[in-house]
C-alpha cells in the first residue's frame, strides 16, 4: 500500500464535514509547514487529489508543483509535473479539470507538452473547471496552448468545450491587450 492511501482515506473521511474553508485554512497551514521545510511537498498530495472545491485543488497542486521543484532545484522541473499530470491520466485527482487548469497556469513548456496528450481525456465540466483555474489572464504559452486545443475540438459534437475553451482565450486576449 502506498503511504499515501492512510493520508487521502483520512482526508475523505474529513471531506462532508469539513467546510470549505476550513479546508483552505488546513491547506494553507500545510503549506506553510510545506514551505518551512517542516513537512515534505507531499503533505500537499491528499489536497490535491482528494478534495473536490477546485480552489483547494489547484492551490495544492501548485504549491506542490513549486514545492517540489524547490526542495530539489538541481532536478529538472519535469518529475513533479509529470506526476500531477499522471494524476489527471489515471483519473487519481477527484478533480482533475482543476489540476489540469493549475497545471497550464503554470505557463511552463514542459507543463503545456504534457498536457497536451491529456486534454482529449477531460469532460466538458473538466474543460469548463480548467478555464476557470487558469482564470481571464493566462499566460502566452497557456493561452497557445488554448487556441491549439480550440482548433482540435472546432469539428465535431465538442461543443461545450469549445466554448469554455473559446471564452477563455477571448478572456486572456482582452487581459493580454489591457
Not at 507531499?42 to 472545491?53: I, N, Q, R
Not at 504549491?63 to 513533479?80: F, G, K, L, W
Not at 513548456?109 to 473547471?129: C, G, N, Q, T
Not at 488554448?146 to 469539428?155: I, N, P
Request: proline share 6%.
Amino acid at each position: 500500500m502506498s503511504p499515501l492511501t492512510p493520508a487521502l482515506i483520512s482526508y475523505w473521511h474529513r471531506l462532508p464535514a469539513e467546510s470549505a474553508a476550513t479546508r483552505r485554512k488546513s491547506l494553507d497551514a500545510t503549506r506553510e509547514r510545506v514551505l518551512s521545510g517542516r513537512e515534505p511537498a507531499a503533505a500537499l498530495v491528499p489536497f490535491a487529489l482528494g478534495d473536490v472545491e477546485e480552489g483547494i485543488v489547484a492551490s495544492a497542486t501548485h504549491a506542490y508543483v513549486a514545492s517540489a521543484m524547490a526542495a530539489t532545484p538541481d532536478v529538472s522541473a519535469v518529475e513533479p509535473v509529470t506526476e500531477a499530470a499522471e494524476w489527471i491520466r489515471r483519473g487519481l485527482a477527484l478533480n482533475r479539470g482543476a489540476v489540469f487548469g493549475a497545471l497550464l497556469a503554470l505557463d511552463d513548456d514542459r507543463a503545456v507538452e504534457r498536457l497536451a496528450a491529456l486534454r482529449l481525456l477531460l469532460s466538458a465540466i473538466e474543460v469548463e473547471v480548467a478555464c476557470r483555474v487558469l482564470g481571464s489572464s493566462p499566460g502566452p504559452l497557456a493561452l497557445g496552448f488554448l487556441r491549439d486545443w480550440a482548433d482540435l475540438v472546432a469539428e465535431g459534437p465538442l461543443q461545450r468545450e469549445r466554448q469554455a475553451l473559446h471564452a477563455s482565450i477571448g478572456a486572456g486576449c482582452r487581459a493580454q491587450a489591457a
